[in-house]
């Protein structure tokens, strides 16, 4: 149990400086590794300034990053498909910095190694304890709904079919979502990987690698970012699942209450911030509501922050 404290602590640690790492290289404009990340998807979209040199005078429309809704080449998928593909660890640096930034994530993260902390011993001892006098709940069915269900491997491959599913039909608004969701699931698989390398804190069964689950993990962040794009009759029913999913890892004793608890709230608090980042913009603006009280006017805004 000390050791599990003891990562928890640390994780805590990390999530917290995580959150403030970003206003810290502002302050002090230090080539930090996130400052780096900025660079990095700065350039991509600077590179999307004009249309690809391969391209220049050829008969095949681009549309730059900072402007784009669908496909980069409007009719032509492997020429979008490549385009992407270049353009996704950029994409990827951009989301990343995204969350560290979102005042929301940042607090939702720092609550997801605290409560790694806070229900180290005694929540997981108690939950260790009904477990042991009562046994698992589920049935085999069940719990091969949750473990196939929540894998991310599972995620990765529904959000690549929407991505070609889009790509064939020319659904804009799939294609977005698609995009979304492989950049959020990359960010939360890495960040949930590199913490049970770090830590290794020692689930039920045995493994080494308990704390944060990953199967929660992804499931939320599926959940959050479907419930942004297609509001609550999609997203509702999805954070339903995924909840399901993180107790399916805890009856089949796969892990303990608070790697499940710190995995929900990583995938919601990236899920969150991406899909933000990831809201429509129009030339590299938000869109804002807007009012004024003294006139009695509303609408919409154009916004962009420095």
């Known amino acids: 149990m000390l050791n599990r404290r003891a990562a928890a602590v640390v994780g805590a640690l990390v999530l917290l400086l995580a959150g403030s790492a970003r206003a810290e290289a502002r302050r002090e404009k230090a080539a930090t ?12 979209r600077l590179a999307q300034a004009d249309v690809p040199a391969a391209d220049a005078g050829a008969d095949r429309p681009f549309v730059p990053l900072d402007q784009r809704r669908g496909r980069a080449y409007p009719g032509d998928f492997w020429l979008s498909f490549g385009r992407d593909a270049k353009e996704f660890p950029g994409l990827v640096w951009d989301d990343a910095a995204a969350v560290v930034e979102n005042r929301f994530s940042q607090i939702v993260l720092l609550a997801a190694g605290v409560t790694g902390l806070a229900l180290a011993d005694s929540a997981n001892d108690r939950v260790e304890a009904h477990y042991t006098k009562h046994g698992s709940q589920l049935n085999k069915f069940w719990d091969n709904v949750g473990d196939v269900g929540g894998a991310p491997q599972l995620h990765f491959g529904i959000a690549g079919g ?3 599913l889009s790509e064939y039909t020319g659904d804009v608004k799939t294609y977005e979502v698609s995009k979304t969701m492989l950049s959020a699931l990359s960010i939360t698989g890495l960040t949930t990987v ?3 390398a770090a830590f290794r804190t020692e689930s039920p069964n045995g493994d080494e690698f308990g704390w944060p689950s990953g199967h929660t993990s992804s499931s939320f962040v599926v959940a959050t970012v479907m419930y942004d794009a297609y509001g609550p009759w999609v997203g509702v029913p999805l954070m339903a699942f995924a909840g399901f999913v993180g107790y399916e890892r805890i009856d089949a004793r796969n892990h303990d209450f608070n790697d499940v608890i710190s995995g929900a709230l990583i995938g919601i608090a990236i899920g969150h911030a991406v899909a933000v ?5 129009v030339f590299g603006m938000d869109i804002v509501p807007y009012t004024d009280p003294a006139r009695g006017a509303f609408g919409v805004a154009l916004a962009k922050q420095w």
Do not use: E, P
């Not at 590794?33 to 991509?44: E, F, I, R, Y």
């Open 33 to 44: 590794w996130l400052a780096m990340g900025k660079v990095l998807a700065a350039d991509t």
């Open 162 to 164: 929407m991505y070609i």
């Open 194 to 196: 590199a913490l049970k």
């Open 277 to 281: 980042n990831h809201d429509v913009k």
